[in-house]
Nanobody, 122 residues
Framework: VQLQASGGGLVQAGGSLRLSCAAS????????MGWFRQAPGKEREFVAA????????YYADSVKGRLTISRDNAKNTVYLQMNSLKPEDTAVYYC????????????????WGQGTLVTVSS
């Protein structure tokens, strides 16, 4: 599966963005999906994950209550709605896909999008 992330940009603190990750192929609905982010000089970190059906979601503690992951299998797309953004949310955001269960560990994902930059100004 090929992934294409979009929707990043510059936003003021407290603002909102919605990231999208469009997948190619007819088997998107069989993949568990995740969002990760990497800030300059830092390691890639888990943000959110969603099961293949959308029935289970997982979040990093730092984003709970502010970011929401969702998916539309008919459109082969996973989303990350980002509200109440903070300067510490500034990073390149990556979507990723894997099979056989959701994971919070980036090394367990098999396919990655190219990343989209989110910059939150204070």
């Amino acid at each position: 599966v090929q992934l294409q992330a979009s929707g990043g940009g510059l936003v003021q603190a407290g603002g909102s963005l919605r990231l999208s990750c469009a997948a190619s192929g007819r088997t998107f609905s069989s993949y568990d999906m995740g969002w990760f982010r990497q800030a300059p000089g830092k390691e890639r970190e888990f943000v959110a994950a969603i099961s293949w059906s959308g029935g289970r979601t997982y979040y990093a503690d730092s984003v709970k209550g502010r970011l929401t992951i969702s998916r539309d299998n008919a459109k082969n797309t996973v989303y990350l709605q980002m509200n109440s953004l903070k300067p510490e949310d500034t990073a390149v955001y990556y979507c990723a896909a894997k099979k056989h269960g959701s994971s919070l560990t980036y090394m367990e994902y098999d396919y990655w999008g190219q990343g989209t930059l989110v910059t939150v100004s204070s």
